[in-house]
């Protein structure tokens, strides 16, 4: 089975802050996501990657950035946390080459800004 | 814009009977199509995955595909209150390595 593990179910952080959201897959897969949940937004896609070293952005960037240095782990960074920023985040994973295969995701992580 | 639609619900059906959800999208070039479940306070559990046109089963559940309507929808026959959950729709990006989740429709199976 896939497991895509993030770091943290629960995380509560300050204004300003920088913040890490790690997030690790085990079935060398090519791609790995992240998204935010918010009620009656549904998942928006904050940034993937395709390779390492390699990002996109996705539907809502700002406020944030990633790495990916190794080909299981994806970071997410909150370069100066605000609390517009408090939300479900989700990390997932999926197989290269075409978009047949579909994500699987992490249990995410509830982050609350302060 | 590339769209998902689905309807927001709540779908209540009782125990044992056939839940319909539905989705439509907008891109015509989508090739994969999938349905995930997510309970509350959880993060989405892949169910089903549909390429062609007509159905797919796994047990209870049923996928069928039209992609001349642009439309996907899943059907859970013998509905289970463990059903009780929202269901994802998501169909590929036109790059390829995305997908596009729609908002999900939350489904309640009464006992």
């Known amino acids: 089975d896939v497991k895509v593990t993030q770091s943290s179910r629960y995380l509560v952080k300050r204004t300003g802050e920088k913040v890490f959201l790690e997030c690790v897959q085990d079935?060398?897969?090519?791609?790995m996501f992240w998204y935010r949940q918010d009620p009656g937004l549904g998942l928006r896609l904050i940034y993937f990657?395709?390779?390492?070293?390699?990002?996109e952005k996705g539907d809502i960037p700002e406020g944030y950035s990633v790495s990916r240095e190794k080909k299981e782990r994806f970071s997410l960074i909150l370069e100066s946390a605000s609390t517009n920023q408090t939300s479900m985040y989700l990390c997932?994973?999926?197989?290269?080459?075409?978009?047949?295969?579909?994500?699987?995701f992490g249990d995410g992580t509830r982050l609350s800004i302060l | 814009q590339k769209e998902v639609e689905q309807n927001s619900g709540p779908l209540s059906v009782p125990e044992g009977a056939i839940a319909s959800l539905n989705c439509t999208y907008s891109?015509?070039?989508?090739?994969?199509f999938f349905w995930y479940r997510q309970y509350s306070g959880k993060s989405p559990e892949l169910i089903m995955s549909?390429?062609?046109?007509g159905d797919k089963e796994d047990g209870r559940f049923t996928a069928q595909l039209n992609k001349a309507s642009q439309y996907v929808s899943l059907l859970i026959r013998d509905s289970q209150p463990s059903d009780s959950a929202t269901y994802l729709c998501?169909?590929?990006?036109?790059?390829?390595?995305?997908?596009?989740f729609g908002k999900g429709t939350t489904l309640s199976v009464s006992s």
């Open positions: 997932a994973s999926s197989l290269g080459g075409t978009s047949n295969q579909p994500q699987h």
């Open positions: 079935m060398d897969h090519e791609n």
């Open positions: 990657s395709y390779d390492v070293k390699m990002k």
């Open positions: 891109d015509r070039v989508s090739q994969s």
């Open positions: 549909i390429y062609s046109n």
């Open positions: 998501a169909v590929n990006d036109q790059a390829g390595t995305a997908l596009i």
